[in-house]
C-alpha cells in the first residue's frame, strides 16, 4: 500500500493497527520490499510460505477457547519451537537460550506476518498480545489444502498450548522437550530418566536450583508431558513432584 501511495503526488494519511513498533511506521522501513520475504541465518532470503500458515493457525485456533491465555511474543516463540520440532520446516534454527529453546528468526516473521496482516499486534495492559489479522481470516479457507499436511501437528499444538497458563509454564514445557531431545542425542535414548532430566535442566537454568517451588513445577511438567506423550522416559522416583 504504502509503494503505491508514495507514488501519487499528492498528501495521504495512513494509519497504521494500534500497536505497531513505531521502526515500522518509518519511511524506510515501509520503503523496503519486505511484504512477503524475511531475512534469516546465512543472508538467504526466505518467502511467505504454508508452514507459517501453520504457525497462525495455531494462533486462529487457540483464539476461538473462552479459557486460552492470548498468545504474547514469548509463547509465539515456544508455539514455534513446538511445530518446528515436530518436522514443520519453518526456517527457523532454535538454540539453547536463558529462557528455553530460541530462535532469532521469529522475530524477523513476526514482521513479516504483521506486513502481510496475517497477525496484528494488540496491547492488553503490560503485554503485546499477537491475534489473527484480517488477510489471514481471509485467505483462511484458500489455505486449507496446503495445511492439510500440518493438521495433525497444529492441533497437537494448540492441545498443548490450551493447557499453558502463563509464559513460566510455556518455558518450562519447551525446556522440558529440548532438552529431552538434546540428552537423547547425547546419551543411549531408552536409557534417559526423569531424574537425569531434571539435573540436565538444573544445570541449564541455574536460578531455578535456589527455587524450590520452580523445581516442584519442573517435575510436575516432566510427569505432565509423559503422560501426554509429549516425551518418553525411564521413571525416577527421586524426581521431586509435590504430593
Known amino acids: 500500500m504504502y509503494h503505491k501511495l508514495s507514488k501519487l503526488g499528492i498528501p495521504v494519511e495512513v494509519y497504521a493497527p494500534y500497536g505497531t513498533p513505531a521502526a515500522q511506521v518509518k519511511p524506510e522501513y515501509l520503503a523496503a520490499d519486505q511484504q512477503a520475504e524475511f ?6 532470503r526466505e518467502k511467505l510460505k504454508p508452514e507459517w500458515a501453520a504457525l497462525v493457525e495455531v494462533i486462529f485456533e487457540l483464539e476461538q477457547q473462552p479459557y486460552a491465555n492470548p498468545v504474547g511474543r514469548t509463547i509465539f516463540q515456544k508455539i514455534c519451537y513446538i511445530l518446528t520440532k515436530q ?9 539453547k537460550s ?9 522475530k524477523e516473521a513476526i514482521n513479516v506476518l504483521a506486513n502481510n496482516n496475517w497477525i496484528i499486534e494488540q496491547q492488553l495492559g503490560q503485554m503485546t498480545a499477537l491475534r489473527v489479522g484480517p488477510e489471514y481470516r481471509n485467505a483462511r479457507e484458500k489455505l486449507a489444502e496446503d495445511l492439510k499436511p500440518f ?9 498443548l498450548f490450551s493447557r ?27 536409557k ?29 511438567a516432566i510427569r505432565n508431558l509423559e503422560m501426554l506423550g509429549w516425551v518418553k522416559l525411564q521413571f525416577s522416583e527421586s524426581l521431586p513432584v509435590p504430593a
Open 98 to 106: 536463558s529462557y528455553g529453546p530460541f530462535a532469532t528468526e521469529v
Open 39 to 44: 531475512l534469516v541465518k546465512g543472508r538467504r
Open 151 to 159: 493438521r495433525r501437528k497444529i492441533d497437537k499444538t494448540v492441545d
Open 192 to 220: 534417559v530418566s526423569e531424574q537425569d532430566l531434571f539435573d540436565y535442566i538444573l544445570e541449564w537454568k541455574k536460578v531455578w536450583r535456589k527455587d524450590e517451588g520452580k523445581q516442584g513445577s519442573l517435575a510436575e
Open 164 to 190: 499453558i497458563k502463563n509464559t513460566d509454564q510455556a518455558e518450562e514445557v519447551a525446556t522440558v522437550i529440548y532438552a529431552v531431545q538434546t540428552l537423547k542425542k547425547e546419551r543411549t535414548p531408552d
Open 87 to 95: 518436522g514443520v520446516e519453518t526456517g527457523f534454527q532454535f538454540e
